[in-house]
């Protein structure tokens, strides 16, 4: 039981200069610094970024770029297929694979639950659409159940490279265990990364997406170890008085910064 908790009070860019420096060659002639070199060098540092560093860049919050591949369901537009739901983009290192094998599995089993909380699933693996096929049959024969959702066939590593998920120092070739999830506004809510030999877990995957979700419409916050149910904490941009008609529940204020509260939607 809550009660209402007592109210407390609680570049600048440096300019840049050019200079023209001089030396003594080996014969004693003097050289300079050429117009031509500098113009190159700004050149260069004013050139786009290659698509792998704008991978590299890809942040929470920024837009994900979109993309159209091969799948097991035909070709796959990214915003298209995912319209106003939520999103989660997986790759997997490769086809006929254990861990891979047990992981889609386990997504295929808990479709229901990413569907009743508006959400698409989307794998990908750098293997063609045909050994897709053929090994979709292992997948469903282990788990028991059947793989409805799309595996993207990125054997041109177009997505992957896109979504930098190749990391050359652990693998060269096949991509690591990536994670994307991605909000109805197609912006960029969370990122995981696991190496090739650790299975994910889809169960944390859930509560994270509970999370994102709750907070993302309620002005809460969910700490350590919170599973959907669980009372929150109430974000402190939110002042006491505001609490008070925003949460009738009542909250506990342990301090002026930490107000606990049951979860606002349950």
Not at 62 to 87: A, I, K, M, R
Not at 154 to 178: C, F, G, N, W
Not at 211 to 217: A, I, K, N, V
Request: hydrophobic share 40%.
């Amino acid at each position: 039981m809550f009660r209402l908790a007592t109210r407390m009070v609680g570049t600048t860019m440096p300019a840049l200069t050019s200079m023209m420096s001089a030396s003594i060659n080996a014969s004693g002639a003097t050289t300079t610094t050429t117009a031509a070199a500098a113009a190159a060098a700004a050149a260069a540092a004013a050139a786009p970024f290659s698509s792998a560093a704008a991978a590299a860049a890809l942040r929470l919050g920024d837009q994900v770029p979109n993309f159209s591949q091969e799948s097991t369901h035909g070709v796959v537009d990214l915003y298209e297929y995912l319209g106003d739901s939520w999103g989660i983009l997986f790759s997997h290192p490769a086809d006929d694979t254990p861990i891979c094998t047990t992981e889609l599995g386990r997504v295929a089993q808990l479709l229901p639950e990413f569907e009743k909380r508006n959400t698409k699933v989307i794998a990908l693996s750098v293997d063609p659409v045909e050994a897709h096929h053929k090994w979709v049959k292992d997948v469903e024969e282990f788990s028991s159940t059947s793989v409805t959702y799309p595996i993207l066939a990125d054997a041109d590593r177009k997505v992957a490279e896109l979504y930098d998920m190749i990391h050359p120092a652990a693998d060269s070739t096949h991509t690591v265990r990536s994670v994307f999830v991605i909000g109805p506004d197609k912006s960029l809510r969370l990122t995981l990364t696991y190496p090739a030999a650790t299975g994910r877990s889809f169960d944390e995957i859930l509560r994270v997406l509970d999370s994102l979700q709750l907070t993302e419409y309620h002005k809460v916050g969910t700490p350590v170890d919170w599973k959907d149910g669980d009372d929150v904490v109430i974000v402190p941009s939110v002042s006491n008085d505001e609490a008070d008609s925003l949460f009738p529940k009542g909250y506990n204020a342990v301090y002026p910064y930490l107000r606990i509260t049951p979860q606002p939607n349950k």
